[in-house]
């Protein structure tokens, strides 16, 4: 069965339709039906606990967790992806206790008004917001990200709802029970990996934000900064000569907390070229460039490997709150 385009994807959500995402087969190889929050009705919540039969989730962004002012339902977040559940929620104030499909679209569409304010919610509730990553799929391949990044993109609010799809045997749903299932109900079906290719294919995902002369212990450079517009942090470049001259020498460089930041030797043949390498190399061709990428290694990859290091094999990682 060939797989929907994520512009006809985008089509289905804009219109309030339901469709199936799946992710990939090495993480949770699941499917979820997802519809953006605002277009749900208590049909399509009853449909979603019938005959997907997973847990109804409302994923959200972390603005709208702080306007609404619903906390994370644990500091400490040990489960497998790191999926971000706050604390459950209700609306059923204005339509009387309960969890039927009507009770559950009600609380939704409280929740995800623009001018939604704290009161208009209680806590707990039948309803469980996820608190979506800032960058979207492009932070996290998740469900969680999907959602809210597909109702941002068909020009709803960015809030959805999700459910796995389960089988009748109680098992998880994996591809060739989603395609029947999509064919059976006539649903839209589709990946997360398509939808991080669309966005990093047509979403600007950087900008620059400044460019200063700078005095180096290899000369002067000079410094452009860029913003990554995914996760806000500031990446760096410098460069020496005409950046227009062929056969620039170009050097990307992660940088190694280890190595680039502490000036350790590492072991094993592994030290490779490091900032001050680069640098000096530039510097002593006279031109090109070394653009510094940062941020890519979390504190548990840091504590390993310094722990690997000093000839440990354990290692106590950082606090992550």
């Known amino acids: 069965m060939p797989l929907d385009s994520v512009p006809d994807i985008l089509d289905d959500i804009r219109e309030g339709k339901m469709v199936i995402l799946m992710d990939d087969e090495d993480r949770e190889n699941e499917g979820d ?7 749900v009705t208590p049909e399509i919540i009853n449909f979603f606990a019938t005959e997907a039969c997973g847990l109804i989730c409302m994923p959200i962004t972390a603005e709208r967790a702080r306007q609404l002012r619903i906390p994370l339902m644990v500091r400490d977040n040990r489960s497998q992806h790191e999926t971000n559940f706050t ?16 009770q559950r679209a009600h609380t939704i569409l409280e929740a995800v008004k623009s001018d939604a304010k704290p009161s208009d919610i209680s806590q707990p509730g039948h ?15 998740g469900h969680t990200e999907a959602g809210v990044d597909l109702a941002r993109m068909a020009g709803c609010e960015p809030a959805a709802v999700i459910v796995e799809i389960m089988n009748e045997d109680g098992t998880m749903a994996r591809r060739p029970e989603l395609e029947v299932f999509a064919e059976k109900h006539n649903l839209r079906i589709g990946t997360i990996a398509d939808l991080i290719e669309y966005r990093a294919l047509h979403e600007q995902s950087v900008r620059c934000t400044g460019e200063f002369p700078i005095d180096t212990r290899w000369g002067q450079f000079t410094l452009t900064t860029f913003e990554d517009l995914v996760d806000g942090q500031i990446q760096y470049a410098l460069h020496k000569g005409d950046l227009t001259e062929p056969d620039l ?48 290694e979390s504190p548990d990859v840091i504590m390993r490997n310094i722990a690997q290091l000093a000839g440990t094999t354990e290692v106590e990682a950082p606090p992550q709150n």
């Open 33 to 39: 039906l997802v519809i953006a929050a605002e277009k």
């Open 87 to 102: 604390v459950s929620i209700d609306a059923t104030h204005a339509v009387g206790p309960g969890v039927s499909a009507k």
């Open 127 to 141: 309803i469980f917001p996820l608190v979506a990553k800032p960058g979207g799929v492009l932070q996290r391949a």
């Open 249 to 296: 020498p170009v050097r990307i460089q992660p940088i190694n907390t280890l190595r680039d930041v502490l000036g350790t030797k590492l072991p094993n043949g592994s030290q490779g070229w490091s900032y001050e390498s680069a640098m000096a190399y530039i510097a002593e061709q006279g031109r090109g460039l070394v653009v510094m990428l940062g941020g890519w």
